[in-house]
């Protein structure tokens, strides 16, 4: 048929898109289900003679030393390799293998495994206990050798065999699964004594709350109460309260009490529960608290039996460690709390105190707060305000060597508040001056007898004690300001100004930049602004750091915002002051040192500059609608950063590595040809950027 005809057969006559279209997954889905079942099996090979089956092995082991070849570090293959020869009864074969693969990787404990079971599944028991005599010891800390080895002694009968595996394992201090297999070992021959003694060497390698309550439970299932006990007792005392578990070990040991029909000491363990329980299961010992009450007694009897035997306890502390001072502070807190007679608790405030540490400072620390809670007692409870009084003159007279080489400065302001409190001036004025003259580090001593007299309306003993103050320390800045603050409280500029001005012409102080500050936020908050001007001249006078410059450019754009020309010309002079600085430096460097070494305070002056620099091209690009030619100057000022390295020397000035750090580049020595790699580096730079452009 012509293909030019109008009716040929094999032109498509409907070309409009199906309803369904047929994708790829369809297409993979249908061929799936219509596969063909697998009717054909892997025919069964029959071995007809000898040497038909050498020829299979052969062929199978070479099958398998092929695959080891291109991998030999794969553990599952050897073992399969050695299967298969343990099913051909080549027992010897087998062997070799698995030592061929312990050669690659002993630390396999499954191929340990493996191999002794093929030697205990075929009875070769001597071989077995060979082949665990080595896993042990090449891997103690696998518990599954350990446990398949004594579990093998254990079925052949031999016990003493197993007993000597289990002390050897225990020597390397396992975890508890290993120590309760130990001792449930024993008890299924009944062994009650040498169980006890394993639970013992149990608590000396896991000293924690659960081993206590294991062996505790041994006790009580063998009828041995006094020892379940003393084994709780025990536990409650060498193990830390801040264990997870310590409060379950509480819990457990007044269950046993109360199981052995002893309320008392049931009850006190549930309310020592109570103290030492967190937050998220008080309502839980609470509630267990509560049910054991509404069976056993009451609130009184439980209020008794905790004073009584906490007062046993803290006696017992005391005997040990009479220098425990928490223990005493303890011990006072509760009978502050509990007892009804006044004397009783002032008589362990005295046997407290009574004891005094070694005379230096960090033994002081915390028996001095004896002394401050006794007086506290005194005052607010018994409301005896002489007594407290007392108190604090025999805490300040027990310090050693006159308070010479070490005192308490809480100590003597409390002591003089309680004066105040008492309306005793006089005597707190008095005290006050004693610890000026007595202590070195006064400052505090001075601040509280200050803050005493301001309160009191005595502004000229507070200017007095201000003079005192800076004549013992005429470098601290802040006894400076806090004299400035006093007249500015009181609207006394004038004062105010006269005590910045002799500040800022002391030499030393401590924090000067305090001060200066201090001064120029005054002057500004009065709207002086000529006056913060001028002090900002005087500041850079001693000194022409950079952060100066910026607050001087601030202050300008702050307060003379109609003119740019205030702050713009501080960034001018900045520039200047810091150009001049880094040329000085550059001209020591290279008068002393080569070109090779590197001055941190040339770097440090570049980086400020190029701080200063940026600072100033944020504000003229603000200000760019006013005056562009400003900005375009600042532009052309802008250094260029670079990377650089530089050697590295130890302590002994050897020559141990390089380092890198950035650089700046400013204009002016680029033009001068201080550095000539950098035009270098910028022909480098225009050249990638052309290239970059033409592609």
Same mark, same amino acid.
């Given at each position: 048929?012509?293909?030019?005809?109008?009716?040929?057969?094999?032109?498509?006559?409907?070309?409009?898109? /199906?309803?369904?279209?047929?994708?790829?997954?369809?297409?993979? $889905?249908? /061929?799936?289900?219509?596969?063909?079942?697998?009717?054909?099996?892997?025919?069964?090979?029959?071995?007809?003679?000898?040497? =038909?089956?050498?020829?299979?092995?052969?062929? @199978?082991?070479?099958?398998?030393?092929?695959?080891? $070849?291109?991998?030999?570090?794969?553990?599952?293959?050897?073992?399969?390799?050695?299967?298969?020869? +343990?099913?051909?009864?080549?027992?010897?074969?087998?062997?070799?293998?698995?030592?061929?693969?312990?050669?690659?990787?002993?630390?396999?404990?499954?191929?340990?495994?493996?191999? %002794?079971?093929?030697?205990?599944?075929?009875?070769?028991?001597?071989?077995? $206990?060979?082949?665990?005599?080595? /896993?042990?010891?090449?891997?103690?800390?696998? %518990?599954?050798?350990?446990?398949?080895?004594?579990?093998?002694?254990?079925?052949?009968?031999?016990?003493?065999?197993?007993?000597?595996?289990? #002390?050897?394992?225990?020597?390397?201090?396992?975890?508890?699964? &290993?120590?309760?297999?130990?001792?449930?070992?024993?008890?299924?021959?009944?062994?009650?004594?040498?169980?006890?003694?394993?639970?013992?060497?149990?608590?000396?390698?896991?000293?924690?709350?659960?081993?206590?309550? @294991?062996?505790?439970?041994?006790?009580?299932?063998?009828?041995?109460?006094?020892?379940?006990?003393? !084994?709780?007792?025990?536990?409650?005392?060498?193990?830390?309260?801040?264990?997870?578990?310590?409060? #379950?070990?509480?819990?457990?040991?007044?269950?046993?009490?109360?199981?052995?029909?002893?309320?008392?000491?049931?009850?006190?363990?549930?309310?020592?529960?109570?103290?030492?329980?967190?937050?998220?299961?008080? =309502?839980?010992?609470?509630?267990?608290?509560?049910?054991? #009450?509404?069976?056993?007694?009451?609130?009184?009897?439980?209020? +008794?039996?905790?004073?009584?035997?906490?007062?046993?306890?803290?006696?017992?502390?005391?005997?040990?460690?009479?220098?425990?001072?928490?223990?005493?502070?303890?011990?006072?807190?509760?009978?502050?709390?509990?007892?009804?007679?006044?004397?009783?608790?002032?008589?362990?405030?005295?046997? %407290?105190?009574?004891?005094?540490?070694?005379?230096?400072?960090?033994?002081?620390?915390?028996?001095?707060?004896?002394?401050?809670?006794? &007086?506290?007692?005194?005052?607010?409870?018994?409301?005896?305000?002489?007594?407290? &009084?007392?108190?604090?003159?025999?805490?300040?007279?027990?310090?050693?060597?006159?308070?010479?080489?070490?005192?308490?400065?809480?100590?003597?302001?409390?002591?003089?508040?309680?004066?105040? @409190?008492? *309306?005793?001036?006089?005597?707190?004025?008095?005290?006050?001056?004693?610890?000026?003259?007595?202590?070195?580090?006064?400052?505090?001593?001075?601040?509280?007898?200050?803050?005493?007299?301001?309160?009191?309306?005595?502004?000229?003993?507070?200017?007095?004690?201000?003079?005192?103050?800076?004549?013992?320390?005429?470098?601290?800045?802040?006894?400076?300001?806090?004299?400035?603050?006093?007249?500015?409280?009181?609207?006394?500029?004038?004062?105010?100004? /006269?005590?910045?001005?002799?500040?800022?012409?002391?030499?030393?102080?401590?924090?000067?930049?305090?001060?200066?500050?201090?001064?120029?936020?005054?002057?500004?908050?009065?709207?002086?602004?000529? $006056?913060? @001007?001028?002090?900002?001249?005087?500041?850079?006078?001693?000194?022409?750091?950079?952060?100066?410059?910026?607050?001087?450019?601030?202050?300008?754009?702050?307060?003379?915002? #109609?003119?740019?020309?205030?702050?713009?010309?501080?960034?001018?002079?900045?520039?200047?002051?810091?150009?001049?600085?880094?040329?000085?430096?550059?001209?020591?460097?290279?008068?002393?040192?080569?070109?090779?070494?590197?001055?941190?305070?040339?770097?440090?002056?570049?980086?400020?500059?190029?701080?200063?620099?940026?600072?100033?091209?944020?504000?003229?690009?603000?200000?760019?609608?006013?005056?562009?030619?400003?900005?375009?100057? !600042?532009?052309?000022?802008?250094?260029?950063?670079?990377?650089?390295?530089?050697?590295?020397?130890?302590?002994?000035?050897?020559?141990?590595?390089?380092? =890198?750090?950035?650089?700046?580049?400013?204009?002016?020595?680029?033009?001068?040809? *201080?550095?000539?790699?950098?035009?270098?580096?910028?022909?480098?730079?225009?050249?990638?950027?052309?290239?970059? +452009?033409?592609?």
């Amino acid at each position: 048929m012509s293909s030019k005809g109008g009716s040929g057969t094999g032109r498509v006559k409907n070309k409009a898109p /199906a309803p369904v279209q047929i994708t790829a997954e369809q297409l993979l $889905r249908e /061929a799936w289900e219509r596969r063909e079942p697998e009717k054909s099996k892997a025919p069964k090979q029959r071995i007809q003679d000898e040497n =038909e089956l050498l020829e299979v092995r052969q062929r @199978r082991r070479k099958e398998f030393e092929d695959k080891l $070849r291109m991998n030999r570090t794969h553990i599952p293959t050897w073992i399969k390799y050695a299967k298969w020869e +343990e099913a051909q009864l080549e027992f010897g074969r087998a062997r070799s293998i698995y030592e061929r693969a312990l050669d690659i990787d002993y630390r396999n404990p499954h191929l340990w495994v493996s191999y %002794a079971e093929m030697e205990m599944k075929h009875k070769f028991i001597n071989h077995a $206990r060979n082949i665990w005599d080595r /896993a042990v010891a090449l891997l103690p800390r696998v %518990a599954q050798l350990w446990f398949k080895y004594a579990y093998m002694e254990e079925m052949l009968g031999n016990i003493a065999g197993t007993r000597a595996i289990f #002390e050897r394992w225990m020597k390397w201090i396992p975890d508890d699964k &290993a120590w309760n297999s130990y001792v449930r070992f024993e008890l299924r021959y009944g062994q009650v004594d040498k169980a006890r003694q394993i639970f013992e060497r149990f608590l000396i390698a896991h000293p924690i709350p659960r081993t206590y309550i @294991r062996y505790a439970r041994f006790e009580e299932r063998n009828h041995e109460r006094d020892f379940a006990r003393a !084994v709780f007792e025990r536990g409650v005392q060498e193990t830390d309260a801040s264990q997870p578990e310590y409060l #379950e070990l509480l819990l457990q040991f007044a269950g046993f009490e109360e199981r052995c029909g002893e309320v008392e000491r049931a009850r006190f363990i549930y309310k020592f529960a109570l103290e030492k329980a967190p937050e998220d299961r008080k =309502e839980e010992v609470h509630s267990l608290y509560s049910s054991f #009450e509404r069976q056993r007694g009451g609130k009184i009897a439980i209020e +008794e039996s905790i004073l009584k035997r906490k007062r046993e306890e803290y006696e017992n502390w005391i005997q040990k460690d009479p220098y425990d001072y928490d223990v005493w502070l303890d011990y006072c807190l509760l009978e502050e709390e509990f007892s009804p007679d006044p004397e009783t608790v002032r008589n362990v405030f005295r046997r %407290a105190v009574s004891y005094q540490p070694p005379p230096q400072k960090r033994f002081w620390k915390r028996y001095i707060y004896l002394w401050i809670y006794y &007086a506290i007692w005194e005052e607010l409870t018994m409301q005896d305000l002489e007594r407290a &009084a007392q108190v604090y003159r025999d805490a300040l007279h027990s310090i050693p060597n006159r308070h010479q080489e070490f005192t308490f400065k809480k100590l003597w302001i409390l002591a003089a508040k309680l004066y105040v @409190r008492q *309306k005793d001036i006089s005597s707190a004025r008095k005290l006050l001056g004693t610890a000026i003259g007595m202590i070195k580090s006064n400052e505090k001593i001075f601040r509280e007898y200050i803050s005493l007299e301001v309160a009191l309306g005595e502004i000229e003993r507070a200017r007095t004690l201000y003079h005192k103050w800076i004549e013992h320390h005429p470098y601290s800045s802040k006894a400076w300001l806090e004299f400035a603050n006093l007249e500015i409280s009181l609207n006394e500029i004038e004062r105010a100004r /006269a005590v910045y001005d002799l500040a800022v012409e002391q030499t030393e102080l401590d924090a000067p930049e305090l001060v200066w500050k201090a001064y120029i936020d005054l002057e500004i908050e009065e709207e002086q602004l000529d $006056r913060a @001007r001028a002090l900002y001249e005087r500041l850079l006078g001693h000194s022409q750091h950079v952060k100066v410059w910026f607050s001087y450019a601030n202050f300008e754009r702050t307060y003379n915002y #109609e003119r740019d020309d205030s702050a713009r010309d501080i960034y001018r002079r900045a520039d200047r002051a810091l150009a001049n600085t880094i040329l000085d430096l550059t001209a020591n460097l290279h008068s002393q040192r080569s070109n090779e070494q590197v001055d941190p305070q040339l770097l440090t002056a570049k980086e400020d500059r190029a701080a200063l620099l940026r600072e100033w091209l944020a504000f003229e690009q603000e200000m760019s609608s006013r005056d562009t030619s400003a900005l375009n100057e !600042v532009q052309e000022k802008q250094p260029q950063k670079v990377k650089r390295r530089r050697p590295i020397f130890d302590a002994f000035g050897e020559n141990i590595g390089w380092e =890198e750090y950035y650089d700046f580049i400013f204009p002016e020595e680029a033009e001068s040809g *201080k550095t000539p790699s950098l035009k270098i580096l910028q022909i480098a730079h225009q050249w990638k950027k052309q290239k970059r +452009e033409d592609s």
